[in-house]
């Protein structure tokens, strides 16, 4: 497995966000809906894992699935352009600015949600036996996920929606590492072991996931759940984008941009070995 130095899958990161900035409607809206679909499908896959086993390790430990197969095929996450697309207007690309950032943000979210439903309405079929009998175990158990990170996190007040947020923070810190760990490498299984890693993380620890809600919570509400469309906005979808852009942008995208693609003057440099042996980390 080869090994990319910080400061060569740093530049990869302002190359790509410039990459998004620049794509066609039609590209970013057929790749965020396929990669809403299939995180979509990995959630329903964990749940159904956690449900029929009892173990929430082991669906997280299979939950990453879904994220390697939509990144290896080269689709977007509205938590991964939130971090990579505003990079190349801080570097100052040619002809990137902040709407063209806004741009992306906009159909990137669109295209998951669209996907993420797809899988929604679908899983509910399946379920239901086509909404002719009450869901199953692993729908009713759906449901209940959506009334407790909606009207859960309602009922605790302030504390609640701190909460939240914390979460979606925490979440995008995790998934964007994701995101850049795949640049750490040339090869497949380079870059499936080092996504692998921080996915397992963030789905463990039950941080909140925008696209990842986009399937849970729309397919609660037609599983029966009891909680409304404006409980699900209100109280985790645009709180979690929110947390989700400023952990990706803060905790990722703007701490790598900072030390290793706009690295500082070495002190007493005259001394300093060559930039690699410097640049590794201690152990």
Not at 157 to 178: D, E, I, K, P, Q
Request: with cysteine.
């Amino acid at each position: 497995m080869s090994y990319i130095q910080p400061k060569e899958f740093a530049a990869k990161m302002v190359d790509a966000g410039e990459s998004k900035i620049f794509m066609s409607t039609k590209d970013t809206l057929i790749r965020a809906y396929m990669a809403g679909a299939i995180l979509a499908l990995a959630a329903a896959f964990a749940v159904t894992i956690a449900v029929n086993t009892g173990n929430f390790l082991v669906a997280s430990l299979l939950f990453p699935v879904g994220f390697c197969t939509l990144y290896l095929l080269g689709f977007d996450l509205l938590t991964g352009v939130f971090t990579l697309a505003p990079l190349a207007v801080i570097a100052k690309r040619p002809g990137c600015t902040w709407s063209g950032v806004l741009r992306n943000w906009g159909l990137v979210f669109c295209g998951n949600f669209a996907g993420a439903l797809t899988v929604a309405l679908f899983m509910a079929i399946i379920f239901t036996m086509g909404f002719t009998t009450e869901p199953n175990e692993v729908g009713q158990k759906i449901g209940q996920i959506g009334e407790g990170r909606t009207l859960g996190y309602a009922a605790a007040g302030f504390g609640g929606m701190l909460t939240l947020f914390v979460r979606a923070v925490m979440c995008n810190w995790m998934v964007s590492t994701g995101v850049v760990a795949a640049m750490m490498s040339n090869s497949v299984s380079g870059k499936i072991m080092a996504m692998w890693m921080p996915i397992l993380v963030f789905f463990y620890l039950g941080f909140e996931h925008s696209i990842v809600n986009m399937f849970l919570f729309p397919s609660g509400i037609m599983l029966g759940g009891q909680f409304t469309w404006m409980d699900y906005f209100l109280f985790n979808e645009i709180p979690t984008v929110i947390g989700n852009l400023v952990g990706g942008l803060t905790f990722v995208g703007g701490m790598i941009y900072a030390t290793h693609f706009k690295e500082s003057p070495k002190r007493n440099a005259a001394l300093a070995r060559n930039a690699d042996a410097v640049g590794m980390p201690a152990e």
